[in-house]
C-alpha cells in the first residue's frame, strides 16, 4: 500500500478553488523530500504538473500551485475548468523503504 | 527534448516473462535515469526501479527484487523492463519514465501487460 494519502476523490464548479492533500510521515515528505505532481487524464500517460514542492514546468498553467508543509503537501488548482478533470498524483522519496513512493491518487470531477 | 517511446501491447501466460522496450530520443541517453512504473487496472501508480545506462547502475523497488530486470542499450538509446515468473495481478500498464532530480518527466505512451491463461 501507499505510503502517500490522498483524498479518493474531490469535485467543483467551474472557477472554484480545489485543494488536493498528501499525506506522508518524518520518513519521506516530512524528512526533507521533495514532493512532486502528475496530472493523468484517463487512458493516457501521467505528466509531471509540479515538481520539487512548487516550481512549474514550461507549459503547465498558473492556475496549478504546491505547496509543503511538515509531513504533508497540498496541490491547488484555482480557476478550475473542464479540461482539469482527471487523476493526480503526488510522488516523493522514502528513506526507511529507499524506494520512490506515490500517492494513493484523487480523481477531480469538474 | 526527451522523448520515450515504448513497444506495443503484449499478452503473455502466467509463469512465463516479458520483456518491454523504452527507446529515447533527445538528450544524451547515458547521462539520464530511466524508471519504470506501473498501474494496475483502475489502481494508482507503483515505482518499480530505475537505471543509470552510463555505470550501468540499477536499483529496484523491495516489491519486483529477483522479479524484474531493467537494462539499457546505448547503442539504441533503449531500456527494457524485464518481468518473470508472471501472475495475473501483473496485469497492468507499464510506463518509462526519465527520472529527474527524484521525479518523473517525460513519460512514455504505456505499454499494456496482459497475464492470463
Known amino acids: 500500500q501507499s505510503v502517500l494519502t490522498q483524498p479518493p476523490s474531490m469535485s467543483g464548479a467551474p472557477g472554484q478553488r480545489v485543494t488536493i492533500s498528501c499525506t506522508g510521515s518524518?520518513?519521506?515528505?516530512?524528512?526533507?523530500?521533495?514532493v512532486h505532481w502528475y496530472q493523468q487524464i484517463p487512458g493516457t500517460a501521467p505528466n509531471l504538473l509540479i515538481s520539487?514542492?512548487?516550481l512549474r514546468p514550461s507549459g503547465v498553467p498558473d492556475r496549478f500551485s504546491g505547496s509543503k508543509s511538515g509531513t504533508s503537501a497540498s496541490l491547488a488548482i484555482t480557476g478550475l475548468q473542464a479540461e482539469d478533470e482527471a487523476d493526480y498524483y503526488c510522488q516523493s522519496y522514502d528513506s526507511v523503504l529507499s524506494d520512490y513512493v506515490f500517492g494513493t491518487g484523487t480523481k477531480v470531477t469538474v | 527534448q526527451v522523448h520515450l517511446v515504448q513497444s506495443g501491447a503484449e499478452v503473455r501466460k502466467p509463469g512465463t516473462s516479458v520483456k518491454v522496450s523504452c527507446k529515447a530520443s533527445g538528450g544524451s541517453f547515458s547521462s539520464y535515469q530511466i524508471g519504470w512504473v506501473r498501474q494496475a487496472p483502475g489502481q494508482g501508480l507503483e515505482w518499480m526501479g530505475h537505471i543509470i545506462p552510463i555505470l550501468p547502475s540499477t536499483k529496484y523497488a523491495q516489491k519486483f527484487q529477483g522479479r524484474v530486470s531493467i537494462t539499457a542499450d546505448k547503442s539504441t538509446n533503449t531500456a527494457y523492463m524485464e518481468m518473470s515468473s508472471l501472475r495475473s495481478e501483473d496485469t497492468a500498464v507499464y510506463y518509462c519514465?526519465?527520472?529527474?532530480?527524484?521525479?518523473?518527466?517525460?513519460w512514455g505512451q504505456g505499454t499494456l501487460v496482459t497475464v492470463s491463461s
Open positions: 520539487d514542492n512548487n
Open positions: 519514465a526519465r527520472l529527474t532530480s527524484n521525479y518523473f518527466d517525460p
Open positions: 518524518s520518513s519521506n515528505i516530512g524528512g526533507g523530500f521533495n
